[in-house]
């Protein structure tokens, strides 16, 4: 199994010391409940993100997420959640 590593540099606030700008490469078959299982996630949160694209190449799907000011500890969960997904294959992150 699979753990994502987040780690910021130290910051005088608090509040922003953890919020980042995140990624996510998901891999899964390309089946119809995919996409949005993994778009719930975030629409429970009430994250928006800048960046969604979705495609399909033969049986497989990527989609690529991108999601600014997002704190580690939900980077970390969003991963583990889109990994427990049917159908997913596997989650990538980057931090930046």
Request: glycine content about 6%; overall charge negative; aromatic content about 6%.
């Amino acid at each position: 199994m699979l753990s994502t590593l987040c780690v910021v540099a130290d910051s005088d606030d608090d509040k922003f010391a953890t919020a980042v700008t995140a990624s996510f490469s998901v891999q899964a078959r390309a089946e119809p409940g995919v996409m949005p299982r993994v778009m719930e996630l975030f629409a429970k949160r009430g994250l928006v993100p800048q960046l969604w694209h979705g495609t399909v190449n033969g049986q497989g799907l990527t989609i690529e997420i991108r999601i600014a000011t997002i704190d580690c500890d939900a980077v970390d969960y969003l991963a583990r959640c889109m990994r427990q997904i049917v159908g997913v294959d596997t989650v990538l992150t980057t931090i930046d």
